[in-house]
């Protein structure tokens, strides 16, 4: 493109910016330069500029010929400048009119109005190098990643990709950020003395390698690698990213503690923002931006370095201290971008002034009101598996084309075009809704954009399957079929039967009435129980589990591959096992009325739960019957009742209704009396709402979805299963100390826990945090029974599980401290998983060491350092498979809603950000957020901070004229009515705030 073309189309930019209402811009544009440039020099042409450009305002106006700052190198739509807001103070007005009405001036005017009266300050980062700024700052619409425009803030951020104003700035080597701050400061400097020297130290001064050399010197960037990189020169590529430490600078670097090591979390909420947990169990530590995550993907494991103090980052809000959830899926987080609805918390610009505003002076705040800031010098494992599913996009006169993956925490990927459809660059518009799966090969350090190549296409976005495929791939889960030689591994001589020797091995339980309780479709039995009342009063009661173990030999192929899949994924619509089909569903599963083999855990215990006596041993068991939960819920719930054949499903007649029904009623009456226990010894129970659908048996499409009740009959399992793995924890750490694979849940993060206190001081609830038994007992005494009280509770629990850990599996020969084995929640010193081998390989590990306490299996082949290692690999797959059945919920609502909507419910406000509020939609148990920006109706919305917490007021509309406007207060725990609104986009949707009654929700 030619330079008059260029003129042309910066004419065309200044145009538009005159004609369209812009805002007052966060910080001005040469603040930074000033305080790194106060020469005499520099100082005469600012003040020569403030001259000229008074003297233009008199004449011109408010809106001059020069750029505001946001058209400086930071071109966003006019939508969007009109959103953005224009004072960040405790009461600030957002409402529409209050952002049109208040001084259009640009920053670059405002500064030298500063400077003219000797005013000027220096200031934190400006906006001259708000293109270096925007690689951390700037987030890409999730719009554009389907409808072909790629002008995109990450495009534009990206200095040396396929953006137009890249090529133009490589074509005619002008600098991009402030041309016509240039040329003004040129004509000023006509003015001195020896011009053209002059001339040559503005233009070094303004040139990008300059501007780049100042920001790597501000950032302690020292290295010869760094001087490198940034000398420039023909030919060369600026680098995007610092190189990678050197493993020994890295290994040194931790062992003297001035590195850290930590999984890294992206914040699906707001993508330019990870965490790692801090070592001293302090705040989480911030890495800010894209450029300092350094090509690490989500739960990557890194290695940081902590950033001087003064690059720290000033917590102020509730907005501030919105860490990274997986709990909040891309899908949502893509919905909110589609609906191009810019937050503080979340729009590019707003984000940038509040990192200026945090950075400013963190010297005026205590160590307690900052948060650390880091930046990725290494990946020590990439835990993400590179593929994303997304949208392929056509860029004209490209040999490659634009991958846009729907997950927004991935980079843009460059894909060869010879690896797209061979019609592709023909018709591309005939795959905008087709979904694919990219894998990034590379991601060099010089370019904004990973490089990748197709794996497969999926099909139209928005159907189920493809979709569903696209998060396993995502997430790394094999869903492949079961090769030849694993399947060679199981038994040939079917329907199987157990052979008599090892019958004469176990105990035989065949003769008692022993019976399995799960979920009606459940396919996978793999635990039952039983109850026999003792001549003396007492119980003899018994939990067995599938012995998985005699099947899956040690090291064999299926050995191996179960252990690589570690853990069974279940998704809305179908399961996909850890183990073959014969064995999860008939070898190993305790279907009724079949002989089975098992472990078994048998206590005596009293009426009231105390143990008398505990047994381990493997055994051979006949199940009498498969209740489902809704079966035994009856029989507790009518324990009078003579339940009748035809009420059951089919059960041994050796075993009556009645004595199941006796034994159900028993084993009910002791998990309560267990569970009061556990909870006066100081246990704590978080639940949160879960959402379970009816599917057409036809289609497995969403018929209907409900909030899972979480009954008597499910505490009634859950009380035995924690019993059977309390006891079996135990046991294995008491015969191998240096072997036994336990699970563990650290305390929670302290410095969220003492935030969280002082929110509910705010909001003057009385929580007790000193332990997990006093949070329980004051979480269920704070609050009453009605109505409003439940879904407080609700609001409540989902608050107190923020500062939560996740649970996770360890070997005990990598610990010597044995505090560190403590089970948090559970409040017990030893706990693992033994009663779900069928779907985990922890238990599968766990039963080995089982067996070889009890002298009845193989000798043990296991060494600390392969159990440690298989603890970490089962942690990364249990947190991915509950991201997926998370995803794969999301994705069957959105079908839902899109199907049966708009679905109306109540909802409570779980957190209020500067410009939004999220709320707990009571009815589906989901969180959405809610931006009153785009509310109907609404004529204002003021924030304000209320202690710890923020506070919104809306002001609607009045109906008629002779009414006044309805104000409307939104706080935590607030009631509001929404309505859930499928989006254009297919399987998204969104919560719309419907207008208050004037007497309340």
Not at 358 to 363: C, F, M, Q
Not at 532 to 540: Q, R, S, V
Request: aromatic residues 8%.
């Amino acid at each position: 493109m030619d330079s008059s073309r260029q003129s042309k189309k910066g004419n065309q930019k200044m145009n538009d910016a005159q004609n369209q209402p812009h805002v007052v811009p966060r910080k001005d544009a040469y603040a930074r330069l000033l305080s790194q440039h106060r020469s005499s020099k520099f100082n005469s042409y600012l003040e020569q500029f403030a001259r000229n450009t008074s003297g233009q305002n008199e004449g011109t106006g408010p809106n001059t010929s020069l750029p505001s700052a946001q058209s400086d190198g930071l071109p966003i739509p006019q939508r969007r400048r009109e959103q953005l807001p224009n004072d960040f103070s405790d009461s600030s007005d957002f409402s529409p009119s209050s952002l049109k009405n208040k001084a259009a001036e640009s920053s670059l005017s405002l500064y030298m109005e500063k400077l003219r009266v000797g005013n000027a300050q220096p200031e934190c980062e400006t906006t001259p190098r708000v293109a270096e700024r925007l690689r951390k700052g700037q987030r890409r619409d999730t719009a554009t990643s389907q409808d072909g425009d790629i002008e995109s803030g990450e495009e534009l951020i990206a200095l040396n990709d396929s953006s137009k104003h890249l090529r133009q700035h490589k074509k005619s080597k002008e600098v991009l950020p402030n041309e016509d701050c240039q040329q003004s400061l040129a004509k000023a400097s006509q003015q001195e003395s020896k011009k053209s020297k002059k001339k040559s130290e503005a233009k070094a001064m303004f040139s990008p390698n300059a501007q780049d050399q100042k920001l790597q010197q501000t950032k302690g960037a020292n290295s010869p690698a760094d001087k490198k990189k940034n000398k420039g020169g023909k030919g060369s590529k600026k680098q995007v990213f610092d190189p990678y430490m050197p493993f020994e600078e890295v290994s040194q670097g931790l062992k003297r503690g001035e590195l850290i090591q930590g999984q890294i979390r992206i914040n699906p909420k707001k993508y330019n923002d990870a965490f790692i947990s801090c070592p001293d169990d302090g705040r989480d530590i911030f890495i800010d931006g894209v450029v300092a995550r350094n090509r690490a993907l989500n739960r990557d494991v890194v290695v940081v370095q902590v950033l001087p103090r003064d690059q720290w980052k000033v917590v102020r809000s509730d907005s501030d201290r919105e860490g990274a959830s997986e709990s909040e899926t891309p899908r949502k987080q893509n919905m909110n971008k589609q609906l191009d609805r810019p937050d503080s918390d979340q729009h590019p610009t707003a984000n940038l002034y509040n990192k200026f505003q945090d950075k400013a002076s963190p010297a005026q705040f205590s160590d307690d009101e900052l948060q650390k800031t880091a930046k990725v010098v290494y990946i020590i494992e990439k835990k993400h598996s590179r593929a994303a599913t997304g949208f392929l996009k056509f860029l004209p006169d490209k040999k490659f084309a634009m991958f846009s993956p729907t997950d927004h925490r991935v980079p843009r990927i460059n894909v060869p075009l010879s690896d797209c459809p061979h019609d592709f660059s023909v018709y591309p518009e005939n795959y905008s809704n087709t979904l694919f799966i990219c894998r990034i090969v590379d991601w060099p350090a010089d370019n904004n954009f990973a490089q990748g190549m197709l794996a497969k296409s999926l099909g139209q976005a928005g159907e189920i399957e493809p979709e569903t495929e696209g998060i396993l791939v995502e997430y790394d889960v094999d869903f492949s079929e079961f090769t030849d030689d694993v399947l060679d591994c199981l038994p040939k001589n079917l329907p199987w039967t157990i052979p008599p020797e090892e019958l004469q091995r176990r105990k035989d339980l065949r003769r008692e009435c022993i019976f399995t309780i799960d979920p009606a479709t459940a396919r996978d039995l793999d635990d039952a129980l039983s109850c026999k009342l003792l001549p003396d009063g007492n119980f003899e009661v018994g939990v067995h589990i599938a012995d998985v173990t005699y099947f899956v030999e040690e090291d064999n192929d299926l050995d191996k591959l179960a252990r690589e899949r570690a853990t069974s994924v279940y998704l809305v619509q179908k399961v996909i096992p850890m183990l073959p089909r014969l064995l999860c569903e008939e070898l190993c599963s305790l279907n009724p009325l079949t002989d089975r083999l098992t472990f078994s855990v048998i206590w005596k215990l009293t009426p009231e739960g105390k143990i008398l006596s505990e047994w381990f041993g493997r055994s051979v068991i006949r199940s009498c019957v498969k209740l489902s939960y809704d079966h035994a819920q009856s029989m507790i719930e009518s324990p009078e009742k003579l339940f009748t054949a035809e009420e059951l499903p089919p059960f041994d007649p050796e075993h009556p209704i009645d004595e199941i029904h006796q034994a159900v009623l028993n084993l009910h009456s002791i998990a309560k009396n267990l569970r009061t226990q556990r909870f006066v010894g100081g246990a704590l129970r978080l639940d949160q709402l879960k959402l379970s659908f009816t599917l057409s048996k036809e289609t497995m499409m969403p018929q209907g979805c409900y909030v899972y009740q979480y009954k008597d009959s499910n505490k009634l399992v859950e009380e035995f299963m924690l019993l059977a793995n309390i006891a079996t924890a135990h046991r294995i750490h008491k015969h191998f100390p240096q072997l036994a694979l336990l699970r563990c849940h650290p305390k929670p993060k302290g410095k969220l826990v003492q935030e969280l206190q002082e929110k509910c001081d705010t909001l003057r609830i009385n929580l007790d945090f000193s332990s997990s038994g006093t949070l329980h007992k004051s979480l269920n005494a704070t609050l009453g029974d009605d109505k409003y009280s439940a879904a407080r509770k609700e609001v409540l629990t989902h608050m107190c599980s923020r500062p939560m850990q996740m649970a996770m599996y360890f070997c005990s020969g990598e610990w010597t401290d044995p505090k560190f084995f403590q089970h948090y929640a559970l409040n017990v010193p030893f706990y693992t998983h033994f009663t779900s081998p069928i779907r985990r390989y922890a238990d599968v590990i766990v039963h080995r060491l089982l067996a070889a306490s009890l002298d009845c299996g193989p000798k043990l082949g296991m060494r600390t350092q392969e159990v440690h290692k298989q603890a970490l690999h089962c942690n990364d797959r249990k947190s991915a498979a509950k991201t997926v059945h998370e995803r794969s919920t999301e994705l069957f609502f959105g079908v839902f809603v899109k199907e049966c909507g708009p679905l109306e419910s109540e909802a409570m406000v779980m957190a209020v950000l500067d410009q939004s509020f999220d709320v707990l939609v009571l009815r589906y148990g989901v969180q959405k957020r809610v931006y009153p920006k785009h509310t109907a109706g609404l004529e204002t919305y003021q924030r304000r901070e209320v202690g710890k917490t923020n506070e919104l007021t809306l002001v609607w509309k009045p109906e008629n004229p002779n009414e006044a406007p309805l104000k409307q207060v939104i706080s935590i725990f607030t009631l509001v009515e929404v309505q859930l609104v499928s989006e254009r986009e297919t399987l998204k949707y969104s919560a719309e705030l419907k207008r208050p009654n004037s007497d309340g929700p």
